[in-house]
């Protein structure tokens, strides 16, 4: 179910802590079955942070547009259902020994993770 977002919302959203995304993003993901991830013609984008190569992850599609811009000009932004996450992309970010930065923003990389760590939060969100 895609959700649209305000421009207050989206200000709002902005204003948080990247511990407060990182909540928000394992809520908002689980509430709305989906996860949303930039890609090019390449494949999917990737940054860097904390010495780490991460996906940078979104939990809705306007958030991960805002990122749209310089050398990121040629990306949309791509929804993964959470099911295809938690089944494929976990175990292949693992194998690829790729870590995950939620929700980052314009001040830093957000909450970075390990794939299985990520699942784990989803799992649980799902259980309560």
Known sequence: MEYALSRDELNSLEQLTPEQRYDYFVHAVVDLDAIWILVDDEGFVLVSAEDERCIPVWPHAELAERWID???????????????WL????????????AIAVFPDTEGPGVVVSPVELEEALQAEQAD
């Not at 932004?77 to 099911?83: D, G, T």
């Open 70 to 84: 310089g050398e990121w000009s040629e990306c949309q932004a791509q929804s993964i259902p959470l099911a295809t």
């Open 87 to 98: 089944e494929k992309w976990t175990s292949g970010l693992e194998s690829d020994e790729l």
